[in-house]
């Protein structure tokens, strides 16, 4: 009886070995294949010797720090490329790159202008260099943003002045054209509020 018992064990402890080897084989080819595939980021990306480097370098260090998606991130990369000679043979990509992350600032400071902060959306559109091929179209945004303002400004003063004429019914239709304004702060909150 102890034979058959010492066989059972046996075929256990092999039947164990097997699991575990076939997980540690497994284990191993799968982190071979994910490090194998990974594609490495460019340390130079972080160095000094930036300054030394190729445009095509310099245009995929700034391709990187534009994924972040940030205002400061996004003027990180367009000063990376800016820095490059107006006569590069790759300018008219670095022309398109900067046009592209200078409107995604303009879009990240349009949040703030929807979100009732005027002053903040201006200084974020400011910080986008004046040599950059597309700065008219941040400066006619600014006015744009400016002339929304303004238009929003002038119904919520006629509205108090309505209210304080005690023209209830009057305040209200002038308050209505809050909807019209082309900004989500003045449509919503402003509205509420004035309601």
């Avoid at 080819?29 to 990974?38: D, K, M, S």
Wanted: hydrophobic content about 40%.
């Amino acid at each position: 009886m102890t034979t058959k018992t010492e066989g059972n064990n046996w075929k256990i402890s092999w039947q164990l070995l097997s699991i575990i080897l076939a997980l540690s084989f497994g284990g191993v080819g799968f982190l071979a294949t994910t490090v194998l595939l990974r594609l490495p980021t460019n340390p130079s990306c972080n160095k000094i010797s930036l300054f030394f480097s190729s445009a095509t370098n310099r245009i995929y260090c700034a391709q990187l720090e534009a994924k972040k998606n940030t205002v400061d991130s996004l003027l990180k990369a367009i000063s990376l490329l800016e820095e490059l000679s107006p006569t590069h043979p790759l300018r008219n990509e670095i022309n398109r790159y900067v046009k592209e992350w200078s409107n995604d600032i303009l879009i990240l400071a349009e949040t703030e202008l929807n979100q009732g902060k005027l002053e903040d959306a201006i200084a974020i559109a400011r910080k986008i260099p004046s040599s950059v091929e597309n700065y008219s179209v941040v400066e006619e945004t600014i006015t744009k943003w400016r002339d929304i303002w303004d238009k929003a400004q002038a119904i919520q003063d006629e509205v108090e002045s309505e209210l304080r004429k005690s023209q209830w019914n009057k305040a209200f239709l002038v308050a209505v054209q809050l909807l019209n304004i082309d900004n989500d702060y003045w449509q919503t909150t402003k509205y509420q509020e004035t309601v």
